[in-house]
């Protein structure tokens, strides 16, 4: 697989870290939202960003290509994303390469990681804890922001949330619990794409991990961990930290909203036949505006304090 990944830049900060954090990230044609993306990431304590574009058609490749004084390595492939997992065939080869024993993010260029900040001053305090602890993993719950309505209002370099402040709290209407995960995490589907769209979502991650439970690996859309292809539900290699943290989905971010799932679905190169982007179109076709604002649902995102239903109690 890694034949097929060419690296075709690379930036190195020479500034010594203590502890380094790599996030690996498969992107396509996200030019607009690669600057806040990084910049949240660098923020949060990223010291090392390994970058997959997979067929980017827009700027996005030339912006990350443009930045200084960050260690970055840019990679294209142009293989198929379905074929590769959904991307995680080569996360994985990168996590073997280069991240063995080292602190690491998979996300998306939508996702924000947010930790306990009632707990943790910062991202080496939730890492010094895990250390001391002999945790491995974060796990998360996967929140879906969003407008009141669909709009082309994002500006590139603003922070998400301000386009998207919205997310569902926890509801029994629209959440369901699952079960249990690797001991201590409850397994959750619903939120909003559940309420508004009928889509039943799987919303737990693991997006922040030690990487040192080899021959594990992610799953696709590291929802869980899997050992030769096949999904591990328990294991005795995953130590689950006991706090959780919040990945915010800015799945909503996009402009022209439709004719972005209309060339998802178009490609095919989406889980179970794009069939999450064919409920998108669906819900589309009979509410272009598709106000996803709920009085009775909807809570506007002020700072970590209004997730305490997500981080659980202090």
């Not at 396509?28 to 690669?34: G, Q, S, V, W």
């Not at 010291?47 to 990679?75: Q, R």
Request: proline share 4%; hydrophobic share 35%; net charge negative.
């Amino acid at each position: 697989i890694g034949e097929k990944m060419e690296l075709i830049d690379q930036q190195q900060n020479h500034r010594e870290c203590h502890r380094p954090i790599y996030l690996i990230c498969v992107f396509r044609d996200e030019h607009l939202l690669l600057e806040y993306f990084v910049e949240y990431y660098r923020s949060l304590g990223v010291t090392h960003f390994i970058m997959i574009d997979n067929l980017s058609e827009d700027e996005g490749p030339a912006y990350l290509k443009s930045l200084k004084n960050i260690n970055l390595s840019l990679y294209r492939t142009e293989d198929s994303y379905r074929d590769a997992a959904y991307g995680t065939k080569w996360v994985n080869h990168m996590l073997e390469q280069y991240c063995a024993d080292q602190y690491c993010f998979t996300v998306d260029v939508d996702e924000l990681f947010l930790f306990d900040s009632r707990k943790y001053q910062d991202l080496h305090d939730l890492i010094d804890d895990m250390e001391s602890s002999g945790k491995n993993a974060v796990p998360v719950t996967l929140l879906d922001m969003y407008p009141e309505k669909l709009n082309d209002s994002y500006v590139r370099g603003v922070e998400f949330h301000s386009h998207s402040p919205f997310f569902d709290d926890f509801n029994e209407v629209h959440y369901e619990d699952r079960g249990r995960l690797y001991k201590t995490f409850n397994f959750w589907v619903g939120g909003v794409r559940k309420r508004a769209l009928g889509v039943e979502a799987c919303i737990n991650k693991f997006p922040l991990f030690k990487y040192n439970f080899y021959p594990l690996e992610m799953s696709p859309g590291c929802h869980f961990f899997q050992k030769d292809g096949q999904v591990v539900l328990q294991s005795e290699a995953i130590k689950l930290h006991s706090d959780p943290g919040v990945l915010l989905h800015f799945k909503f971010i996009k402009p022209r909203f439709q004719e972005f799932v209309e060339q998802r679905i178009a490609r095919n190169e989406d889980w179970g036949n794009s069939a999450e982007y064919k409920s998108y179109l669906q819900a589309l076709q009979t509410n272009s505006t598709l106000e996803l604002y709920d009085q009775k649902y909807s809570t506007k995102f002020l700072d970590t304090n209004n997730l305490k239903n997500f981080f659980g109690p202090i």
